[in-house]
């Protein structure tokens, strides 16, 4: 594993405002931050030169619960490095971590449960042995919903734009999609240059972006080397609660959750968590609640794929394959 540098306190507190807002103007950034804007954008140029942390583009759990199906994939422990990599490369999988317990994968699938059963068979026949799959009642929180937790409250309320609306009629579903493809590989993407791929002038093109993001349908936002913020365990729990859906919401409020989901099993709650040492594990449970039975957990050995990013084994992103289910 190539070493990481550490992220200085500059850089996480970029990195966390463009968590936030990754269209915010460096300007506004450069405000938040206590530096100028030329520094604010030759850091984040490092960043993304040394693939320390990159945009991202992802459709938020309220899209997913309406459109999609998903299904959390156990692979046998002995599947080829090969095998895993092809498997991670399909646009359809989602996620992928090599675990204690196997690789883990996320497939996802926006044509039905039969669809979801099909997928899961072309995993297994790239090589894998299917050990389990778990279909998702409910995706909860998923990575981009995590934060660094590096910016006080002021400084977050600072980044907003105060003409972008707080709530917001949806665009129609074909709309959204567009605009997803067309901010997929840059999010930061000028208003001008969205206008032109819509077809729509540069204030509708504004206007059509804060309102999906404002609707709960597309979340613009930035992801990083994990380990180059402190943050190189990583833990899957799996629980139950005679309230899933509280406990649930619970767990996606811890700040160390990246992935909550309810599955359909006989521990149907699934949380992915970080952290600086596995010691504080302990306390993360403790935190979600007394009413909660912890039945499992795995170590997660290393992320292979997350938010349509190949990884490399320090957590860079050392590709990007575009999702599509």
């Known amino acids: 594993m190539d070493s990481l540098r550490d992220l200085g306190e500059l850089d996480l507190a970029i990195v966390h405002a ?10 506004r950034v450069a ?10 954008a030759r850091h984040w140029q490092a ?25 959390m994939v156990l692979l046998d422990p002995r599947t080829s490095a090969d095998a895993v990599d092809g498997i991670a490369r399909l646009p359809w999988v989602l996620s992928a971590d090599d675990t204690s317990a196997g690789v883990l994968v996320l497939v996802a699938g926006a044509g039905g449960l039969a669809v979801l059963g099909d997928r ?8 894998a042995r299917v050990r389990r799959m778990d279909v998702a ?37 074909e709309i959204v999609a567009e605009v997803a493809e067309a901010l997929d590989e840059d999010p930061r993407m000028p208003a001008a240059s969205v206008a032109k791929i819509l077809g729509v002038s540069e204030a509708t093109a504004r206007r059509t972006v804060d309102r999906a993001v404002a609707a709960g349908l597309l979340r613009l936002g930035c992801d990083l080397a994990m380990p180059a913020a402190g943050y190189r365990r990583g833990a899957i729990l799996w629980a139950r609660s005679a309230d899933a859906e509280g406990a649930a919401a619970r767990a996606a409020r811890l700040p160390e959750a990246h992935r909550v989901g309810i599955l359909v099993g006989r521990a149907p709650l699934f949380v992915g ?16 609640g007394d009413d909660i039975d912890v039945v499992d957990r795995w170590t997660v050995l290393r992320g292979i794929k997350r938010n349509g990013h190949l990884l490399d084994a320090s957590g ?6 575009p999702l599509r289910w």
Do not use: C, H, N, Y
């Open 18 to 27: 463009l968590q936030i807002d990754a269209r915010a103007p460096w300007t």
């Open 273 to 288: 968590v970080r952290a600086r040492s596995l010691t504080s594990l302990q306390q993360i449970e403790q935190a979600w």
């Open 137 to 173: 009642a409910a995706i909860v929180a998923e990575d981009s919903t995590w934060r660094l937790r590096v910016l006080s409250r002021q400084q977050q309320r600072a980044l907003r734009d105060p003409s972008r609306p707080d709530e917001a009629r949806p665009p129609r579903a």
């Open 47 to 71: 960043l993304r030169e040394e693939s320390l942390a990159w945009l991202t583009a992802w459709p938020t759990p309220e899209r997913f619960s309406s459109t999609t199906d998903v299904a």
């Open 316 to 321: 860079r992103s050392r590709e990007r394959v």
């Open 31 to 40: 405000a938040v931050v206590g530096a100028d804007a030329a520094t604010v």
């Open 120 to 127: 899961v068979r072309a995993v297994a026949e790239r090589g």
